[in-house]
């Protein structure tokens, strides 16, 4: 499995497209990328909603993917390019696509290069199934426009994760599935998910925007300057030199990236990474790394909840135990990434006076073996695994799906904490349900539907019957 180990780094101060185009060419040239016939473009666009419940920092700069657009449709050999993502469980890819400014971006540039230029849902494309044979999934069905390209380059945007450490290129994948499929095992086997996708999400080149990084929590992300941008071939080298860059040992404290160490994919660790451009070794990194520091509390920001609610003096709690009674592991990647989302977007629509100012509640996910005196408090269960035996609960709300989503919380919790959810302001919804209506009579129209359909079918409905 051994791969073109080499990253370069190259200082970029600014989103400037031409300076963009100009290194990414060069990046191509020095690290033998020739792209050739249709090629896929996958950013990071995990969301993007109205900018009073919404951070730019979250997603890959739209100047970087139109620096490469621009770099590609000079490549004689490229005869299409497709931008082409899924966004997060719970919101339409359209729909991110509006408010992030990519629809429009890709619009305008279409009249301005040589080459088709297309921007593509997976969520509304029809879909190839594909073998992977994998601790999780036996197969997946990727969007048609991924899964034919003749070659796929990433888009990664490098920021912290409130579950997985970092995101980078290789967690990138969790987007080329979409929805039904995204959701299979979102929980204490996430990282073995991811390390399946590895298997048909490689792309040949990689492209990661490090220009702005974001710190705390990877939905509601908290700028920090850092002004580089990545580049390889291998998207697991790139990891690990960005891991670095983190202050993270990509092999040690970033799960995902071990667990597809552990299956042989190489590089095994940053020192088998030959450096390039302006970073020649790992003690260069590390000086590149002081420029996001310190490592503070803002920096480490909606990591653990309780921390957050302390700091907010708010009368919220969160309990959480067990998945398991045969363990005392706590579930780390499941129905917890969806609580720390979920409080982030409220904090930044509400603000954190409206935490402080909220009706005494209580969080639970997991197994909690002794009693709960909830003491006149709203509950809310949350995830298929919780168990607790409750005493004095005001209201409970349970939320019994493996795992509990964000935009689950949010249709479920409503306004009932006393913190008004922007699910419910206008701004939001009316955008959102248009979306989801565009959305659908697109895959009414190309078949996608007939297609999901026919698959549920052969192997699910058939099988049980």
């Known amino acids: 499995m051994d791969q073109d180990n080499r990253v370069m780094v190259v200082e970029c101060q600014d989103y400037d497209v031409g300076r963009i185009r100009e290194i990414v060419a060069k990046g191509m040239e020095r690290l033998g990328y020739q792209p050739k016939g249709k090629i896929a473009l996958k950013p990071n666009v995990v969301c993007a909603f109205p900018p009073q419940v919404w951070e730019p920092t979250s997603i890959t700069s739209l100047d970087i993917v139109e620096g490469v657009v ?18 997060a469980i719970g919101n339409p890819t359209r729909y991110s696509f509006h408010w992030s400014g990519y629809r429009a971006r890709i619009n305008k540039l279409k009249s301005q290069v040589s080459k088709p230029l297309e921007l593509k849902g997976m969520d509304e494309d029809k879909r190839v199934s594909k073998f992977i044979g994998g601790k999780v999934h036996d197969r997946v069905r990727l969007g048609r426009t991924f899964a034919e390209a003749d070659s796929r380059i990433y888009l990664p945007k490098l920021k912290c ?38 298997a ?13 990084v974001g710190v705390g929590n990877e939905a509601i992300p908290l700028p920090r300057k850092l002004g ?40 095994g660790k940053l020192e088998q990474i030959e450096l390039m ?45 067990p998945y398991s009674d045969a363990s005392p592991a706590k579930c780390g990647t499941g129905c917890i990434m969806g609580i720390k989302m979920y409080l982030a977007f409220l904090e930044k629509y509400a603000g954190a006076d409206a935490f402080a100012k909220a009706k005494s509640s209580l969080f639970i996910i997991g197994k909690i073996k002794e009693p ?27 939320m019994r799906n493996c795992f509990v989503t964000a935009s689950d919380m949010f249709l479920a919790i409503g306004n009932s904490t006393g913190i008004k959810s922007p699910f419910f302001d206008p701004k939001f919804l009316v955008p959102y349900l248009s979306g989801m209506l565009q959305g659908m009579a697109v ?9 999901d359909i026919s698959y549920y079918l052969q192997n699910q409905l058939f099988r049980k019957l």
């Open 200 to 212: 048909v999400g490689r792309p040949d080149f990689v492209v990661m925007d490090a220009i702005t």
């Open 372 to 398: 709960v005196d909830a003491t006149g408090k709203n509950v809310y269960i949350i995830g298929n695994c919780t168990r607790v035996e409750l005493k004095n609960p005001n209201r409970v709300v349970s």
């Open 70 to 87: 621009r770099a590609l449709a000079d490549q004689g050999e490229v005869s299409r390019i497709s931008v082409t993502e899924t966004s």
């Open 228 to 267: 580089l941008i990545l580049m390889g071939r291998n998207a697991l080298a790139v990891d690990l030199a960005a891991a670095r860059l983190l202050g993270l040992s990509g092999e040690k404290d970033v799960p995902y990236l071990a667990e597809i160490i552990s299956r042989g994919y190489q590089p």
């Open 277 to 321: 451009g302006a970073a020649k070794n790992i003690s260069d990194l590390d000086k590149f790394a002081e420029r996001i520091k310190p490592y503070n509390e803002e920096f480490y920001r909606w990591q653990d909840v309780n921390t957050e609610f302390e700091r907010m003096k708010s009368p919220l709690r969160l309990l959480h135990g």
């Open 443 to 451: 895959k009414s129209f190309n078949g996608r539907y007939l297609q």
């Open 161 to 198: 994760h409130c579950v997985s450490r970092m995101t980078g290129a290789v967690k990138l994948n969790v987007g080329i599935i979409n929805f039904d499929e995204r959701a299979i095992r979102h929980d204490f086997l996430l990282d073995q998910k991811i390390g399946d996708l590895y």
